[in-house]
């Protein structure tokens, strides 16, 4: 039988060692921009709105755990590359409707509807994932070619038991989560509430195991900080099942093969010394879909990869 403490200990490792991703993606400035959309399907979709409203639209998915605030990191890159970046809470994270039977291929189509609902029904747009995001992103990149001016996977995950993948540091308790979801609850729950009396603590015990370029950039900056706990609690605000809904779908089969995407302009960032998403994961996108090109930082971790190449990113979606 297993204990709450081992769902504590699996939900904490996961959350803190994603966070270390998530903690610095969360810094948000005043101008952002929220939203809410009611898809056709009656559903609700809630997205952040950053860079220049009347550039080309980007959509931008975020990681596990997190929230459509993650995108302010690369906010003033977005104004400079003139980018309309929406980034989108999924299902049961933040505002988002809860959809307890949703999977990875329901994606696209609510994007589409989406796109619709601001008035693209009839133009392309593009498609960021990062960590998390990634599923997402090469979903659309599936489903939807034809309305894709570009896709990019940054620091993406890759499916569960992916040939010649290493695994990264969250993928443990990924797999936990996924196969115990009530303990999973119980311990996002617990997590969130500790992450709001005392994120330091949180976040000093795993910030030894960060690569030295994420920890410069999330610890030598205390805004990161201040906008760890609006983070998560945007992520957790309906509940924790978003969340742990969002894990089990990360780490079991995603309903479709990478191999089949094609049609579609397809870039891959990955940072050389990435602790959660593991470098071999960007070898793996870039092997399985055709055409896609690769870079490697070998300076980067799992957060600077955006940061320090946002602008050579963002410039992608420019057709």
Request: aromatic fraction near 8%.
């Amino acid at each position: 039988m297993i204990s709450r403490r081992t769902a504590l200990v699996a939900s904490a490792a996961f959350l803190t060692t994603a966070v270390s991703g998530q903690l610095a993606r969360a810094a948000v400035t005043s101008r952002y921009r929220r939203g809410r959309a009611r898809l056709p399907s009656g559903c609700v979709l809630s997205y952040c709105e950053f860079g220049e409203p009347s550039g080309p639209l980007v959509f931008y998915f975020h990681g596990t755990p997190g929230s459509c605030i993650e995108a302010g990191l690369i906010e003033e890159e977005a104004c400079q590359t003139g980018i309309r970046l929406i980034a989108i809470d999924r299902p049961g994270i933040g505002s988002s409707t809860y959809l307890p039977q949703r999977c990875i291929l329901d994606w696209p189509r609510q994007v589409v509807q989406l796109a619709d609902c601001l008035g693209y029904s009839n133009s392309s747009f593009g498609v960021l994932g990062l960590s998390g995001g990634a599923p997402y992103a090469t979903a659309c990149a599936l489903k939807i070619p034809e309305r894709l001016t570009h896709v990019a996977i940054v620091s993406g995950h890759t499916p569960p038991n992916a040939p010649g993948v290493c695994p990264g540091t969250a993928d443990n308790s990924i797999a936990f989560l996924g196969n115990h979801p009530r303990l999973g609850r119980f311990g996002v729950r617990l997590i969130s509430r500790r992450l709001d009396r005392r994120p330091d603590k949180v976040v000093d015990k795993v910030s030894k195991d960060w690569t030295a370029s994420d920890k410069q950039l999330i610890l030598c900056n205390p805004r990161y900080y201040n906008h760890l706990v609006t983070m998560l609690r945007e992520a957790t605000q309906c509940g924790p099942e978003g969340v742990v809904t969002d894990v089990q779908l990360l780490g079991s089969c995603w309903g479709f093969e990478l191999c089949s995407i094609q049609g579609v302009s397809v870039s891959i960032w990955q940072g050389g010394c990435d602790r959660i998403a593991h470098p071999t994961m960007g070898h793996y996108f870039n092997q399985q879909i055709a055409g896609s090109d690769l870079t490697i930082d070998p300076r980067a971790g799992h957060v600077t990869v955006l940061k320090w190449h946002a602008m050579e990113i963002l410039s992608r979606f420019h057709v």
